[in-house]
């Protein structure tokens, strides 16, 4: 089944210990990305990757990183988390990085921050 | 810059009710615009989307939308609402691929509710 996977889908942690959250697609798609969902505000666009090995800040991307080592995997790291940043994560893939494609959604992650 | 405002965040509707989610954009160049659905615990599932072409577009369960360039608005719309149709619905769109990719730009959602 072609499908976006998050890891874990729920996590609570408390300020400074780092995380990962792992995200992994199986259609080959090239373009992947990270948002994040608060309410009220919709999903923002923390950092996107056009291929592997070339990754891009989005419009929130402070207190966070990505790395894309292989095309499939776009894990979202945070090196010292902070309450801030509690929210719900989703992952997101498309085949290309053009603006008319349809992207492919995980099943989200929420993090709390305590 | 490009934005989407959704009007109002909580929509209630009987069940076979017409179903009517307000969506407006501003874009500076040809927008490509797109509707999600979010279900409960559960990911954003695409429903319909305009690129190019004819400007009423129809998605899945009965879903359609209506490009209209004049009034910068993409509202979703469904003839008779149906209770599996309760969920929050996102409005969005993308830019050109010299913006962050294409990336999507999103409303802050519009919560509907469906009464039996």
């Known amino acids: 089944e072609a499908q976006v996977t998050q890891n874990p889908r729920y996590l609570i942690t408390v300020t400074g210990k780092k995380l990962t959250v792992t995200c992994s697609q199986n259609?080959?798609?090239?373009?992947m990305s990270w948002y994040r969902q608060d309410p009220g505000l919709g999903l923002r666009q923390i950092y996107y990757?056009?291929?592997?090995?070339?990754?891009d800040k989005g419009d929130v991307p402070e207190g966070y990183k990505v790395s894309r080592k292989e095309k499939r995997n776009f894990p979202l790291i945070l090196e010292s988390p902070s309450p801030n940043q509690t929210s719900l994560y989703f992952c997101?893939?498309?085949?290309?990085?053009?603006?008319?494609?349809?992207?492919?959604f995980g099943p989200g992650t929420r993090l709390t921050v305590l | 810059a490009q934005s989407v405002t959704q009007l109002g965040s909580h929509v209630s509707v009987s069940e076979g009710a017409l179903v009517l989610l307000r969506c407006n954009y501003s874009s500076s160049v040809p927008p490509y615009l797109f509707w999600y659905v979010q279900y409960p615990n559960q990911g954003l599932q695409l429903l319909l989307k305009y690129t190019t072409g004819a400007t009423l577009v129809k998605g899945i369960n009965g879903f359609e939308a209506e490009f209209k360039k004049s009034e910068t608005s993409f509202h979703l719309t469904k003839p008779s609402a149906h209770m599996s149709d309760a969920a929050e619905y996102f409005c969005a769109v993308s830019g050109p691929i010299y913006n962050q990719g294409g990336k999507l730009i999103f409303g802050q959602g519009t919560e509907l509710s469906v009464k039996p």
């Open positions: 997101a893939s498309s085949f290309y990085a053009a603006s008319y494609n349809e992207q492919f």
């Open positions: 990757s056009m291929n592997v090995e070339v990754t």
């Open positions: 259609m080959n798609h090239e373009y």
